[in-house]
């Protein structure tokens, strides 16, 4: 169990770590708990003691359920604190506003954030998929000096993406487009050096748009949420999706990103296409 939550359970007196499956997400100055198993007054109780052992911290809410929805929202409860759900977030060197019940945001992904980002070139041309605030799209900006443009469904999310790009000074870098990415190939003739496709519940729904806008020799960052007891059953599995989806002379080496519930594990695979 994260520490965190450890100590606030601990100092809280409420108890019941076995109770507890998931630690505490904290995003910007708000922290994210999920702590379905405890009554309303133990989370209470249990939230004032988070903020008391966490002093950045001015503001904590449950997630019920999962993920929900085309925009990946949580359904939060307000437990203590500040009642607001705009918070900014600094990592890498960057800061983003965030709108935690607007807009989808993890924390959990920094740095696989900076890796990608790190591996982008100046002048490429990079294409987000599914932009978010620009979590991804803004430190390949900053750090690489690459163009990246980000494509994002929620009107919420790309405005916070374009004040997020004045914030860290890339606007001449970024460009931001609010559409569905399934529309690429449809809505755009340009081409992409490095896609980047963080949408691991449903990004092989979006694979044939990716290859309808990859230059020759493009690199894809293609993420996936993927059954399996071990990164290894994982990794097979992965392996059987990409051989029905990927052109042919395509090759990829594959990692684990996190895991993200029972026997489902996140994973990418570093895609390069033939040239």
Not at 34 to 53: C, D, P, Q, V, W
Not at 115 to 121: M, Q
Request: aromatic share 6%; net charge positive; proline share 4%.
């Amino acid at each position: 169990m994260p520490r965190l939550i450890r100590e606030a359970l601990e100092s809280s007196g409420v108890g019941g770590q076995d109770r507890v499956s998931t630690g505490v997400d904290v995003v910007g100055d708000i922290a994210i708990v999920r702590l379905a198993s405890f009554g309303t007054r133990e989370k209470r109780r249990i939230a004032a003691s988070l903020m008391e052992r966490t002093k950045n911290v001015r503001a904590v809410f449950e997630q019920e359920g999962g993920i929900e929805g085309e925009l990946r929202l949580r359904r939060l409860r307000h437990l203590a604190g500040e009642k607001r759900t705009a918070t900014v977030h600094r990592e890498n060197g960057c800061a983003y506003r965030v709108d935690v019940a607007g807009c989808y945001f993890s924390p959990r992904l920094a740095t696989e954030r900076l890796r990608v980002a790190r591996l982008a070139g100046p002048g490429e041309r990079v294409l987000n998929m599914f932009a978010g605030v620009g979590p991804f799209s803004i430190p390949a900006a900053r750090l690489s000096g690459s163009r990246v443009t980000s494509w994002e469904i929620s009107p919420l999310a790309c405005g916070l993406h374009e004040e997020n790009d004045k914030l860290n000074r890339v606007g001449r870098l970024v460009k931001v487009v609010e559409g569905d990415a399934s529309e690429l190939s449809e809505a755009s003739n340009a081409r992409y050096d490095r896609i980047l496709m963080p949408l691991p519940s449903r990004s092989n729904e979006f694979l044939p748009a990716a290859l309808g806008v990859a230059d020759k020799g493009a690199t894809l960052h293609y993420y996936r949420h993927v059954l399996g007891r071990d990164e290894a059953e994982a990794e097979a599995n992965l392996a059987e999706e990409l051989a029905e989806l990927l052109p042919r002379g395509a090759k990829y080496a594959a990692r684990r990103v996190r895991f993200v519930g029972p026997r489902w594990v996140e994973m990418v695979a570093d895609v390069k296409l033939a040239g």
